[in-house]
């Protein structure tokens, strides 16, 4: 019996001999390596030096393979309620539950997801299953502390010239959600009204428009 992919997350062993569930599937891994310091982003960086002390940090990584029906977030876009709570709080509900509300209409595969980044320069790893229906992939991390900033990568695809690509690297940038105020880390909570469309963080800390993360999707054989 094939081990599904949510297990594999929490089984190293078992994700070694992960099998694709049918033969227009492929089964990856990504890894995010955070690339945000004090050297790349030394405007109003976080200095707290822990998570409890207001420490730079990135909640978990949450993310699904999806089709063209579906997405977590779109530049220009309106953030969805769950993309807010992400940004805002670095909850992973109600997106979740979004992402399985897509899943159900036929839209998206079985999230993934990782836990916090206490140190934004250690890499986390998660594994999911893209297929032929769900050839996309998008997948968001708060930046942390912050109004509503969240990294990640939208619709990215998987698949070049038909086929499956063995790997994949693309960096990804602070995007702002649109849902809350505010242009520092420690800014006061004081929720947009109505709120404004979903676009690369403009912010002081990010105006140097350096990226702040590397993602890297490997085909698993």
């Not at 599904?4 to 070694?16: G, H």
């Not at 594994?127 to 769900?134: K, N, P, Q």
Request: charged residues 20%; hydrophobic residues 40%.
């Amino acid at each position: 019996m094939k081990m599904p992919i949510a297990a594999c997350l929490l089984f190293a062993t078992a994700c070694a001999t992960a099998q694709a569930s049918s033969k227009d599937a492929a089964i990856y891994q990504v890894k995010f390596q955070g690339t945000w310091t004090a050297a790349t982003h030394p405007t109003d960086y976080p200095k707290g030096g822990t998570l409890s002390l207001g420490g730079a940090h990135f909640s978990g990584v949450i993310g699904a393979p999806h089709n063209a029906g579906y997405s977590i977030f779109k530049e220009g876009g309106t953030a969805t309620r769950g993309l807010e709570q992400l940004s805002h709080k670095g909850s992973k509900s109600p997106l979740d539950e979004e992402i399985k509300a897509a899943e159900a209409a036929g839209n998206a595969g079985e999230v993934f997801d990782t836990g916090v980044f206490l140190d934004v320069t250690s890499p986390k790893t998660a594994t999911f299953e893209g297929s032929d229906r769900f050839p996309l992939v998008s997948l968001v991390a708060m930046i942390a502390p912050s109004p509503d900033w969240f990294v990640g990568v939208s619709n990215l695809d998987l698949k070049l010239d038909g086929k499956w690509v063995d790997s994949k690297t693309v960096q990804a940038w602070a995007w702002d959600s649109g849902t809350y105020e505010g242009a520092t880390h420690a800014a006061e909570e004081k929720p947009s009204s109505p709120h404004r469309p979903v676009m690369l963080s403009k912010a002081p800390p990010f105006a140097n428009g350096a990226p702040i993360a590397t993602l890297t999707f490997v085909r698993q054989k």
